[in-house]
Structure formats: C-alpha cells, structure tokens
C-alpha cells in the first residue's frame, strides 16, 4: 500500500517544549520508531510540520541588520533540510541496509493573488504572553494572533497548488526509496510571467500540502499524526467526544479551531473527496493501529455520518 504520512510540528517538538537540537532529534527517533515498522511492509512518502523551527530562524534572523535578514521561503528550505535530515538519519538507524530513505527539497506553487497574503493566519514560532506579542509585532511589523491561552507571530499560508518536483517523488517511490519530502508544506513560489520561479514570504500550510501530494502519489491513505489522539467535537470542553469514523460531509458541519485542527480536517476531507480513499487523524505512536482502523479518526467516503468512541 502507497501511504503519505504528515507528522505534525507538535508531534516533532512539544508545546513550550525548548527548540533546542538534543530536543528535536529525541522526538524524531520517537517518531523514525513509530514509522519504520510502516515502512518495512508500504510505501511511504513522509512529510512534516515546521512552524516552531522557522519561527525560531526567523526570529534569530531578525536580530541582525535588517539587510542580512532572510525571507521566509529560504528558511522554509532551511527547515525542510534540517528536520529532513533528522529524520533520514533516524529511520536509518532502524531500517536494514534495502530500505534507502531520501530527503527532497519541494519547491511548491502558490498563487500570487491568494488572498492568504492580504490575512496572515500560519502559527509560526514559539508561544508568549499577549504583552511580549504585541511589542514584538510593534517592534518587528509581525502581526500575532492568540493561540490557546497566549500568542504567536502569524504569516501568509497561500493554498498550495503545484508540485514542481511531483516526477522525481514518484521516481524514487516506484524504486522503494522511502522519501521525505514537502516539509512544513514545502517551498513557497511563484511563476513569472517568463515561467521562472521565484520565492515568496510565506509558510504553506503542511496538511494541506500533504494531502495534495497524497493525490498526486495516487496514495491509497493519506495519515496525518499529531499529538491529539483523534478529532473531537467541543474540544476543550465538558461535552468533548473523540470520533472514531466520519464522513467528509459529516465533518464539514462541525466547527473547528482555525489555526490547529481545522486544516488537517479540511485537508483530509479534500484528499477523500477528490480519491475516494481513506484519511485519517490520530496521535503519532498509535501510527499503525490508525491504518489498522482501530485509533484515531478515520475518514472514509462511505461512512454513514459519525461514529464516536465510547466516553
């Protein structure tokens, strides 16, 4: 079976969790030991969150010069390689000798227009106090927006619509090479009138990439593993019930939170809708009982609205 799995920046690094190099390698090899065992029996695409990592480059770049800053799409790049790398090496660690792993920079095709640019809305960075935020965005031009209980700076996420580098992903997939890419849903471009490429100030959204490289790959699920063990309806609340199945329809009645799990619902719900095939949303170390069926909330087009785990 063909399988894209997303894992989510929460479940790489944890919530108030330092972004420190000892930190995110732990929660790699966490998540390289609960993938391996998937890629020893599938084919596996793998891609992954970046918010926290290129939030962190940005903020050590804006404390320089202003001319020696870097924009947003070169440290996009930056945290694909980095968090890549971590992630080759540790599923190497692990996989025999016949199972070659490879990281791939994904240059990824957004829309000038997108009105994304005009509504900033991607969480990137770490969490603080409203206080600390809004002298930041004074200071910075950042615009915060609150997540949770505090807040954290927020940049363009344009849809993502093209995957310039699609051929060479399937190549290595139909070769069995287990292939990491798309991280922190790839790097942001545009085309030029002439048709070259050129970076943009932004973050995509990684769900939503993932689930466009999932239809392109024709995968056959398409899993996106994070530090929640399904989706709830009134999250946060005494009335909170875990799904266990549910249909797109049935989902897209429900409300959920903008900036964490509304995208992945979305995403999910397009990746079913448009393939017929199954999705799924669930908590990193339940990764193979969700293709299993048995965790997390699986999204399939012939569920009959909601099913719901036992309270």
């Known amino acids: 079976m063909r399988i894209v799995i997303a894992l989510g920046g929460n479940a790489l690094l944890r919530r108030d969790e330092s972004p420190s190099a000892d930190n995110q390698r732990r929660n790699v090899a966490t998540a390289a030991a609960a993938l391996a065992p998937i890629a020893r029996a599938h084919e596996l695409v793998i891609s992954h969150g970046n918010g926290p990592q290129v939030g962190l480059l940005a903020l050590q770049s804006a404390a320089g010069a202003p001319e020696q800053a870097y924009p947003l799409d070169i440290l996009d790049a930056e945290t694909e390689g980095m968090i890549g790398y971590l992630i080759e090496q540790e599923l190497n660690n692990l996989l025999p000798p016949a199972h070659r792993c490879a990281v791939l920079l994904t240059q990824i095709e957004v829309d000038a227009d997108d009105p994304a640019f005009r509504h900033p809305s991607k969480p990137i960075g770490p969490l603080y106090d409203e206080v600390q935020a809004r002298q930041l965005a004074r200071e910075r031009g950042w615009a915060v927006a609150p997540d949770g209980e505090r807040f954290r700076r927020v940049v363009a996420s344009p849809r993502p619509r093209r995957i310039f580098e699609l051929a060479v992903i399937e190549l290595l997939v139909s070769q069995g090479v287990i292939v990491i890419c798309a991280g922190g849903g790839g790097v942001p471009v545009v085309c030029r009138a002439d048709g070259s490429l050129v970076g943009v100030e932004a973050v995509i959204d990684k769900d939503f990439a993932s689930a466009l490289l999932a239809r392109e790959l024709r995968a056959e699920a398409f899993v996106m593993l994070t530090d929640v063990d399904a989706v709830y309806s009134d999250w946060a609340t005494a009335a909170a019930r875990a799904m266990r199945r549910a249909s797109p329809r049935s989902l897209r009645e429900l409300d959920f939170a ?52 036992a309270r």
Do not use: H
């Open 258 to 309: 903008p900036g964490s799990m509304a995208p992945k619902v979305e995403a999910a719900c397009e990746f079913v809708d448009q393939t017929g095939a199954m999705a799924a949303i669930g908590r990193l170390e339940d990764a193979q009982a969700i293709l299993r069926g048995e965790a997390g909330t699986i999204i399939r087009p012939d569920v009959a609205g909601i099913e719901w785990y």
